[in-house]
């Protein structure tokens, strides 16, 4: 099996850069809309204003329950340090944050480094 190329974890923590900004983005917008407060019922309220949006909450939900079990696991399985704080991150940035930034630093564990 070739080994994967070892630009493809820049790649991951280029995504985790763009979900964490686009995150904090979209929230501090409706931080605006609320006069600077993050109201929570009505965030949670908002994933159930239409069908489209449930879709989107279930599938949110669903791929980040999947995703998180997978971090947990390999994060053991290959003695990641501090695996918790990819958990940390997704409750308090974003799973589009928090699961890019896991394979970042999977992906750096697992490419053995390059000998010259």
């Not at 904090?24 to 609320?34: A, D």
């Not at 309220?45 to 449930?54: D, R, V």
């Not at 799973?95 to 697992?110: E, G, M, N």
């Amino acid at each position: 099996m070739k080994p994967l190329p070892t630009n493809i974890a820049y790649f991951y923590l280029f995504l985790s850069i763009v979900g964490g900004s686009l995150t904090f983005y979209f929230v501090w917008l409706g931080m605006q809309e609320q006069n600077g407060n993050f109201d929570v019922v009505q965030f949670v309220q908002s994933t159930w204003t239409s069908y489209y949006a449930k879709s989107l909450t279930f599938d949110f939900w669903t791929g980040t329950m999947a995703g998180t079990f997978f971090m947990i696991v390999e994060g053991y399985r290959l003695q990641m340090k501090k695996v918790w704080l990819y958990i940390l991150f997704t409750f308090l940035i974003g799973y589009a944050f928090a699961f890019p930034l896991f394979l970042f630093f999977r992906h750096k564990k697992i490419t053995p480094p390059l000998v010259s």
